[in-house]
């Protein structure tokens, strides 16, 4: 089985040693080589649609007619001239200026794509041609056609976020962590219709909507019409490039036209079923007399410095902004400055009629970390103009400051079990119980299935109940894992010693990846048991219109949740997760031993 992100690793090592051999900064080295990986992706689309079209394919005598454009615009897929192909650029002599060739490809690839045109860089003469080889048979892999050639957008996206960091393009705001667009995504579900985004930056937006809607067995680009807007022309190159390579066609425009505070570039204000975005934080200097002038402001203008005539702060126009362009049902979700939940002034008085509207939906604090570039907490906003009655007046407040997993000493995210957690909490808010029930049975299947027996009866019982035994199960299934594991000298030195430690590392990886998954499911239903939401003190607080009036129209979760006291319930389930934790430090300590023990036995046979 083949581990993907080791895999996106090594691609992204090889490829980096390359830039730094090449003495080529990150801006210099980052589009020339996402572009490659984008070819790489067209080329294999391009054969995995030749491989259809050729299966039924006419012949005349005994010669099979050959495939040509037509063919492909008929499959709605991108034809690819000969010298635009990736085999052929890979198989050219060493003697060819392979610079001047992928220049060619890319515009050969532009000519076939109204979407592409001018999209894709065509300045590859700035690497070396022993450079430019290398990389196109690092990314020539034949990993990637065992996967499948859709694994390159996941790949890409590796890339993109590698370079997030290395580049901090205006501050990094070109690429938002993944992890705070699938919160957005996950909260938001959207299915059909207008999606905005209005900062677009990389598409991460667009992407992961595309994957949401995908995976409910739906086809995003039937679906759905994306709409973007970046100023930043290199932004809205990535933005193109990882659409397409993601399967994905959409509206993106940049440039001044793009300057979403002047300009509703595709008219759609009141128009849009779904808005995202990332927008960048606490802009000044924004022209007050164009911004009215460019409307979208139900609510009118924020803080205008007198003197200058200038927003001193665009953060709610944003807001506003992001308000505006739903229609009737609309929702929308976007990232926002921590301060902006609770600033004053003419910022207040905006957020009181917000509030009033009754749209505001959700709102869920994070902590720091979550950026690739800054370490600045920052908040999650929801509207929705079609919120059931029932709910009309009130607000979901989520505090998850607390709520993370760590990555590493500069950088926290959501693990997939976190993410649905939270996504439970709100569907609770909105009485969609059965979505809920549907989480813990996804839990209970993957605990059936791993652990040793325990029926979901029982497990249904333990939800009820509280009661917390899967640390024992747990430890007799690690020593069980260690019995098998335990390989004997003579048998391991005829093993290539890479390979059992990778097998050993493997199963470390599996028991805590299983520990993190009951742990997450412990953290669920003690709070919400098979069902029921409640307000738990330190997370979560549904709070009404006139309970956010008397806080004087703040919308901080911290305000509304209050701070959770220390449980203390004896021996908890924590501790038992972390005596586990303990005993796979152990396990993998005993593994390095063993890998010594592998090595002196290969010096003596010597």
């Given amino acids: 089985?083949?581990?993907?992100?080791?895999?996106?690793?090594?691609?992204?090592?090889?490829?980096?040693?390359?830039?730094?051999?090449?003495?080529?900064?990150?801006?210099?080295?980052?589009?020339?080589?996402?572009?490659?990986?984008?070819?790489?992706?067209?080329?294999?689309?391009?054969?995995?649609?030749?491989?259809?079209?050729?299966?039924?394919?006419?012949?005349?005598?005994?010669?099979?007619?050959?495939?040509?454009?037509?063919?492909?615009?008929?499959?709605?897929?991108?034809?690819?001239?000969?010298?635009?192909?990736?085999?052929?650029?890979?198989?050219?002599?060493?003697?060819?200026?392979?610079?001047?060739?992928?220049?060619?490809?890319?515009?050969?690839?532009?000519?076939?794509?109204?979407?592409?045109?001018?999209?894709?860089?065509?300045?590859?003469?700035?690497?070396?041609?022993?450079?430019?080889?290398?990389?196109?048979?690092?990314?020539?892999?034949?990993?990637?056609?065992?996967?499948?050639?859709?694994?390159?957008?996941?790949?890409?996206?590796?890339?993109?976020?590698?370079?997030?960091?290395?580049?901090?393009?205006d501050d990094g705001v070109f690429f938002t962590p993944k992890s705070l667009v699938k919160m957005l995504v996950n909260i938001l579900e959207p299915e059909r219709g207008i999606l905005l985004d209005p900062a677009c930056g990389s598409g991460g937006m667009f992407v992961q909507t595309g994957d949401f809607v995908n995976q409910k067995g739906m086809n995003a680009n039937t679906q759905m019409t994306f709409y973007g807007q970046e100023k930043v022309?290199?932004?809205?190159?990535?933005?193109?490039?990882?659409?397409?390579?993601?399967?994905?066609?959409?509206?993106?425009?940049?440039?001044?036209?793009?300057?979403?505070?002047?300009?509703?570039?595709?008219?759609?204000?009141?128009?849009?079923?779904?808005?995202?975005?990332?927008?960048?934080?606490?802009?000044?200097?924004?022209?007050?007399?164009?911004?009215?002038?460019?409307?979208?402001?139900?609510?009118?203008?924020?803080?205008?410095?007198?003197?200058?005539?200038?927003?001193?702060?665009?953060?709610?126009?944003?807001?506003?902004?992001?308000?505006?362009?739903?229609?009737?049902?609309?929702?929308?979700?976007f990232v926002m400055a921590s301060s902006a939940t609770d600033s004053a002034n003419k910022d207040r008085d905006i957020r009181e009629k917000l509030v009033r509207t009754g749209d505001v939906d959700v709102i869920i604090s994070v902590g720091n970390n979550f950026f690739y570039t800054l370490s600045l907490p920052c908040s999650l906003w929801f509207f929705d103009k079609g919120k059931q009655p029932f709910n009309r007046d009130k607000v979901l407040f989520i505090d998850a400051r607390n709520y993370y997993t760590v990555v590493d000493r500069t950088l926290n995210e959501w693990s997939e079990w976190q993410l649905r957690n939270m996504q439970a909490i709100v569907h609770l808010y909105r009485g969609e119980k059965e979505k809920y029930q549907q989480l813990i049975r996804d839990y209970i299947e993957i605990l059936d299935n791993i652990t040793f027996p325990l029926t979901s009866e029982r497990l249904k019982q333990v939800i009820k109940t509280g009661e917390k035994e899967y640390s024992t199960r747990f430890m007799a299934c690690l020593e069980e894992e260690k019995k098998q594991a335990k390989i004997e000298i003579d048998s391991a030195v005829r093993k290539d010693k890479k390979k059992v430690e990778a097998e050993w590392k493997e199963v470390i990886e599996r028991w805590e990846n299983l520990v993190e998954t009951a742990r997450q499911?412990?953290?669920?239903?003690?709070?919400?048991?098979?069902?029921?939401?409640?307000?738990?003190?330190g997370l979560c607080k549904i709070a009404t219109i006139q309970e956010i009036e008397e806080k004087n129209y703040s919308l901080t979760p911290g305000a509304y949740v209050g701070v959770a006291e220390q449980e203390d319930d004896g021996v908890d389930f924590h501790e038992r997760m972390n005596g586990i934790h303990a005993e796979l430090a152990r396990l993998s300590q005993e593994a390095n031993v063993l890998m010594d023990e592998i090595q002196k036995a290969w010096e003596e046979l010597k």
Avoid at 269 to 285: L, Q, R, S
Avoid at 521 to 537: C, I, M, Q, S
């Fill in 521 to 537: 499911f412990e953290w669920l239903t003690e709070k919400f048991g098979d069902g029921e939401y409640k307000d738990v003190l």
């Fill in 1 to 169: 089985m083949i581990n993907i992100r080791k895999f996106e690793s090594e691609l992204w090592e090889s490829a980096d040693l390359l830039r730094q051999g090449g003495n080529l900064t990150s801006n210099q080295y980052c589009m020339p080589v996402l572009a490659l990986l984008f070819l790489r992706y067209a080329y294999s689309r391009y054969k995995k649609v030749e491989e259809e079209i050729l299966k039924n394919r006419p012949k005349r005598g005994d010669r099979v007619m050959p495939v040509d454009k037509s063919d492909f615009i008929a499959k709605s897929a991108l034809f690819l001239p000969k010298e635009a192909q990736y085999e052929y650029l890979v198989n050219l002599p060493d003697n060819t200026p392979i610079g001047e060739a992928v220049n060619k490809a890319m515009r050969l690839v532009e000519e076939q794509s109204e979407q592409l045109i001018g999209v894709l860089p065509k300045n590859y003469t700035i690497l070396s041609d022993e450079l430019l080889r290398e990389l196109l048979r690092i990314f020539n892999n034949k990993t990637i056609d065992e996967v499948g050639g859709d694994i390159i957008g996941r790949i890409y996206e590796y890339f993109l976020s590698k370079f997030a960091k290395a580049v901090a393009s």
């Fill in 233 to 333: 022309e290199y932004n809205a190159q990535l933005c193109m490039m990882n659409m397409a390579v993601h399967g994905l066609t959409g509206k993106i425009i940049s440039g001044d036209e793009a300057n979403t505070f002047y300009h509703d570039a595709f008219n759609l204000e009141g128009k849009c079923d779904y808005v995202m975005a990332n927008p960048p934080f606490n802009v000044d200097k924004v022209k007050a007399e164009s911004t009215s002038a460019a409307g979208r402001l139900p609510f009118g203008l924020p803080g205008v410095n007198a003197k200058t005539k200038e927003v001193g702060n665009a953060n709610y126009l944003w807001i506003s902004y992001f308000n505006a362009y739903l229609n009737p049902h609309g929702r929308a979700g």
